[in-house]
Every structure is written in C-alpha cells, then in structure tokens.
C-alpha cells in the first residue's frame, strides 16, 4: 500500500489488550484505566481476519503489542494463525517480560520471529518507582528465557527518564555481555509521557561515551522494520539504538498503521485519523468491504506529526500508549 505521501505502509501493530500487569508512569495512571469490556475487545478469529484482508493489501509485518499482549491467553496461538497468512513475513512481540518465563517455549514453537523486551532499569527500586510494581527479577528472567532462541531476535527497549538511579549505562551493558541488542526510545508526548521530559539522544550518546567509549554509527544489514538507528561500540556483542521520534522526527518514511484491541484502525499515533473496523466486522462486512474501509484511512494518513507544534486539539489522540500499543 502506497499512501499520498510516497511511503510503502508495510508493518502493521495490533494492540490485543489494553490490560496490563504494570503501572508504567509514563503510560498508565496508578489506578489504571477505565477498562474496556471484553465484548468490545476483538476476538482471534477477528484480529486475524483483518490481518489476512491487510496481507493482501501489502502488509508484511506483524507487532503484538498492548498494553501487555501476554496477559492476555493464546498469544502463541495468534502468533502461528498471523504467520499462516500468505504474505506476512514477521510476527515479532512488544512485552515488559513478566509473563515471558512461562510461555516462551511456547511462543517459540509457534514462530515468533522477533521481540522487544520493555526494561528501563537494572535497579529494583528504580524499576519500582517506574512500574510501580515490584517485579524486575520477572522481566529480568523474560530476558534469560529469550536468550534461549538466538534465532528469535531479541531487542532490550528502554526510555531514558533522566533519574540518575535509572542508570542507562547499565541498562546498555546488556548489549555488552548478550546477544541483544538495547534501544533508547525517546519519549513521546502522548498520554501521561506529556508530564516528563525524557532524555534526548545526544544526552544517552554523550553518557554512554564517557563509560564505553565512542559509539560509531552503524551502516550494514538493516535491522528490523523500524525508524531506529543503530550504533555500535567496541566489545558490545549487540548495537545500541536509537528511536528519537520527537528529536529526529522520522514520520516522511513511516510505513505503519495501527490497530487498537477494539478493531479501531489508526493511522498516526498523534491523531484519531483512522476507522472503526470492528462495526464494518460486526455488521457482517464483506472482506471486500473490509478492504475498501481500510484503503480509505490510508488513504487519509496524515503527512506526520506536529508534536513541536500546537496540534488541533479536536483531531489529537487522548489515548495513553497503553490502549494505543506504543
Ligand atoms: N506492555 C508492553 C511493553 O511495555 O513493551 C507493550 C506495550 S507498551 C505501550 C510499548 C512500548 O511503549 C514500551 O516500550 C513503552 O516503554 C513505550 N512507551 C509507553 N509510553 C511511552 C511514551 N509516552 N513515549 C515513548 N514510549 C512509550
Ligand atoms: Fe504496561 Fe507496557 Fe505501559 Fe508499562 S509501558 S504500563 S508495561 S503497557
């Protein structure tokens, strides 16, 4: 699918709950959301029926995502019916970890071909203070579970806070001692990432030097199906990351569209541009229909992001990352 602005839509994530096992203060608020009722959230049959009429369309990739996507059952069993579907090339998984212990063997089986784990810190009251829960040895044994499958690629996500006790350097020595690789994602103002700052890229660069010595951009295979950019550093078994969506803004290449648990179709995460796919399912629309639904929200894909600017506020997503699956 190629939209109004030239750019090849290709990559599609799908948000299968809006639940989560942690409170992320940047995502979720500390008593939660207004959950949705489970009626409302699509079932398998329905994620993956969209996914079938997107792969004819020309999507080729696969993000599970949520809120968590393992708190949720029968993520493996998704994974294998979306790697079924002619034309999907990857099915890759975005978890903070907790869950992964007991069902990667299984994910494994299934197919997965990639995941990108959420840890922010090394340090337990630091990821206390973050996640406001106490589970760090949870994501930490999702880590080593992962490990296990060096043929599933295994990415370590962490958004820089600027709290010293975060300690990136850390968090960047994982790419030192495994074959992973850890990516700073810079945070974006939506939902609750509104009230924090964050660290820009130069900031992490800067800091990661001074302990490891220079990072050098890194120029062979690409790696993955997104705007990062990577870095490697002398010794590092991995390469350190780079998602800076508001610092080296990105949206002229961005070939992915969205789809929240409740079948809604986005097309840019700042704005609620994008349709309800879940009615034209439930109403018992045709796939031909389904079709034409969703080439009309590419076709209205915004050209990219103004978060440096004021946004319209009528058009501008009110949603936390949690129920838009980040
Ligand atoms: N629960 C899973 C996890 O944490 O990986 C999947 C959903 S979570 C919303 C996906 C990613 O979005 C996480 O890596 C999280 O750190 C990131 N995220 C959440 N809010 C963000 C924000 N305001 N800016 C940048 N990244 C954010
Ligand atoms: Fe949950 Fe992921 Fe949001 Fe943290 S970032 S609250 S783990 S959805």
């Known amino acids: 699918m190629i939209d109004r602005c030239g750019r090849n839509i290709d990559y599609l994530r799908i948000s299968v709950t809006d639940r989560c096992n942690l409170r992320c203060i940047y995502c979720m608020p500390e008593g939660g959301l207004q959950l949705v009722e489970c009626g409302r959230i699509l079932r398998e049959e329905e ?11 020309g999507i080729r990739k696969i993000k599970l995502t949520g809120g968590e996507p393992l708190v949720r059952g029968g993520i493996p069993s998704m994974v294998k019916l979306l790697k079924e579907i002619p034309g999907i090339e990857k099915v890759t998984l975005t978890t903070n970890g907790i869950l992964l212990g007991e069902q990667m063997e299984e994910l494994a089986r299934a197919g997965l071909d990639g995941l990108n784990i959420s840890l922010d ?4 009251d ?6 406001r829960r106490r589970n760090l040895q949870g994501t930490l044994e999702g880590i080593r579970e992962a490990l296990k499958y060096p043929e599933i690629t295994l990415k370590v996500n962490c958004v820089p806070l600027g709290i010293p006790e975060q300690d990136l350097c850390g968090v960047a020595a994982l790419a030192e001692k495994d074959l992973l690789h850890v990516r700073f ?4 103002p939506i939902g609750l990432g509104q009230e924090f700052h964050g660290m820009k890229e130069e900031e992490v660069i800067r800091l990661l030097s001074e302990q490891f010595g220079p990072l050098t951009p890194y120029e062979g295979e690409r790696l993955g199906n997104g705007p990062c950019h990577y870095y490697t550093v002398e010794g590092f078994r991995g390469k350190i990351g780079f998602i800076s969506a508001i610092s080296h803004k990105f ?3 961005c070939n992915r569209i969205r789809l929240t648990s409740q079948g809604y179709l986005k097309t840019c995460l700042q704005y609620t541009a994008g349709r309800d796919l879940r009615s034209v399912l439930r109403c018992g629309g045709t ?3 389904l079709r034409a639904v969703i080439l009309e929200a590419i076709s209205e894909k915004p050209d990219g992001h103004v978060f440096l600017e004021k946004a319209k506020k009528d058009h501008t997503e009110q949603l936390c990352m949690s129920q838009i699956g980040g």
């Open 185 to 188: 994602i810079e945070m974006m």
């Open 121 to 124: 810190t090394l340090d337990e």
């Open 287 to 289: 796939d031909e229909e």
């Open 126 to 131: 630091c990821y206390y203070k973050i996640t």
């Open 47 to 57: 994620f993956v029926r969209i996914a079938r009429v997107m792969a004819g369309l």
């Open 251 to 253: 949206c002229s290449e």
